[in-house]
């Protein structure tokens, strides 16, 4: 069963790059035809989609995020990581990384606690 | 961008009723529909996809119906565990896909 783990700091100052890490366990993030997403959720709000990347390395982005996101792949340490540049106060968020999925998302890891503040 | 409304935003339900949560989108998904559920402190919990296939080792008291624009998901004999926000989520145009905004279900 693929099991998923996210790291990364826990505070990130206002105009820096928010740095993210999903390490996949019980399985290959280069097997098979799927997506693995990148999910946040602000303090008692509901769940935003930021984007994904696919085996093959291609990603699609949230059009609100886009041009501050970037989604990579790195398959000798199977890990997928999330890139944020520019963040304020609205990034504060819980953020998860999710798959393998093609279209609901089955998997989730248990989120990460990311703040933003000087 | 596609917007799913949920409905209601909250609900109030005694322990063995039966509870009905809605779901519209502002255009057709056809069947590519999932519902979560998420407690608080954890990650959600796929409960549904296809509209109505549910996920492995989901209890069979959780029921999802619709297509199209009109959602519903169904907890037959509510238990006390099954106090939650409940999210549905469209994945049939992206980017990007998008949630509801939940309905959160409390005990009565």
């Known amino acids: 069963q693929v099991q998923l783990q996210e790291s990364g700091p826990g505070l990130v100052k206002p105009s820096q790059t928010l740095s993210l890490t999903c390490t996949v366990s019980g399985g290959s993030i280069s097997s098979g035809s799927y997506y693995w997403s990148w999910i946040r959720q602000p303090a008692g709000k509901g769940l935003e989609w930021i984007g994904r990347i696919y085996t093959s390395g291609s990603t699609e982005y949230n059009p609100s995020l886009k041009s501050r996101v970037t989604i990579s792949v790195d398959t000798s340490k199977n890990q997928f990581s999330l890139k944020l540049s520019s963040v304020a106060a609205a990034d504060t968020a819980v953020y998860f990384c999710a798959g393998p999925h093609s279209g609901a998302f089955d998997i989730w890891g248990q989120g990460t606690m990311v703040t933003v503040s000087s | ?108």
């Open chain 2, 1 to 108: 961008e596609i917007v799913m409304t949920q409905s209601p935003a909250t609900l109030s339900v005694s322990p063995g009723e039966r509870a009905t949560l809605s779901c519209r989108a502002s255009q057709s998904v056809s069947s590519n529909l999932a519902w979560y559920q998420q407690k608080p402190g954890q990650a959600p919990r796929l409960l549904i996809y296809g509209a109505s296939t549910r996920a492995t080792g989901i209890p069979a008291r959780f029921s999802g119906s619709g297509y199209g624009t009109e959602f519903t998901l169904t907890i037959s004999s509510l238990q006390s565990e099954d106090l939650a926000v409940y999210y549905c989520q469209q994945y049939n145009n992206w980017p990007p896909w998008t949630f509801g905004q939940g309905t959160k279900v409390e005990i009565k």
